[in-house]
């Protein structure tokens, strides 16, 4: 029936959200037990074995694709497994998954700034209030809203880590919308976390070797198995499900709810408290957001 078929979707819209923001849970618990670079390393290398399998027979038929795509995965990779994968982990050492939720909400904004920017689409005066307002939102999270932090530039380095990778997230959003491919879904997301991998590899040495030593044990194992499954395959797959039906528009309408599903990890696995600016905060990204997709289709 297509009636229960669009339920179904529509419940995805707040199911998958909850795998996705399950990455918020890695970056500030897991740094604990595993070095940030390390886990991000290790979280798309196994995503990556894991997918193998299912994938090896295709990837070899379409060897020649891949050896012209390549340099795109590599961005691709580098954007949505290195930056978006290790920046949020870097994040987590420093600040709250609440103040990470809100923060990445900012990402639309910054996919419009962009695609304006190198794509030349169209950006009218209410999309700039949007952006404005949003940005101010995010900076009233940055400086807690204490005007002091602002002028003195004392921020904490999670939320400007945060603010890196919900940038980076906008261009993998962007070019991995651009970017025109020959190979399926699953081949290229197989593909994108190899790379993602192969990008972080160097800092991964470099943390090793100069700042932290990876512990391999039963944490180690149970951090990058979780990160790798929960918000890396699964949020993968429900989200690609959604966006079948319902399409890439009324889609990212998860990455809304993923901000409510932040707060809610916060305050009961980590005993965060929402202070008075997260709320200004929140109503300024969630209200900038809206007016940057007002009308997004008549512009």
């Not at 037990?33 to 299912?54: G, K, Q």
């Amino acid at each position: 029936m297509p009636n229960k078929k669009n339920i179904l979707a529509l419940s995805l819209l707040f199911i998958q959200p909850i795998f996705m923001a399950s990455n918020l849970v890695v970056a500030r618990g897991g740094v604990e037990f595993v070095p940030p670079i390390s886990l991000a390393f290790w979280r798309w290398t196994a995503v990556f074995i894991i997918l193998l399998p299912f994938t090896f027979m295709s990837l070899k038929k379409n060897y020649k694709i891949i050896v012209k795509e390549y340099k795109k995965l590599f961005f691709l990779g580098t954007m949505g497994c290195g930056v978006c994968g290790a920046f949020p982990f870097l994040a987590g050492e420093t600040t709250t998954v609440t103040n990470m939720g809100i923060i990445y909400t900012s990402s639309p904004i910054f996919i419009i700034f962009i695609s304006s920017l190198f794509f030349g689409e169209k950006i009218n005066f209410i999309k700039i209030i949007g952006l404005i307002t949003c940005l101010t939102g995010v900076f009233a999270i940055i400086i807690k809203g204490d005007l002091d932090l602002l002028i003195n530039l004392k921020f904490t380095r999670g939320d400007l880590w945060m603010l890196a990778a919900s940038i980076g997230w906008a261009l993998y959003s962007i070019y991995l919308f651009y970017w025109k491919t020959e190979l399926q879904i699953f081949q290229r997301f197989a593909l994108i976390a190899l790379f993602g991998a192969v990008s972080l590899f160097p800092f991964y040495i470099i943390e090793e070797l100069i700042f932290q030593k990876t512990i391999f044990n039963l944490n180690f194992f149970f951090w990058v198995i979780f990160a790798a499954i929960s918000p890396g395959i699964i949020a993968f797959i429900l989200y690609s499900k959604a966006q079948e039906t319902l399409g890439a528009s009324l889609t990212g309408f998860t990455l809304y709810v993923f901000t409510v599903y932040a707060a809610i990890y916060g305050f009961f696995l980590f005993d965060e408290k929402l202070e008075f600016f997260h709320y200004i905060g929140t109503i300024l990204v969630f209200f900038g957001v809206y007016l940057a997709k007002k009308n997004e289709n008549k512009s």
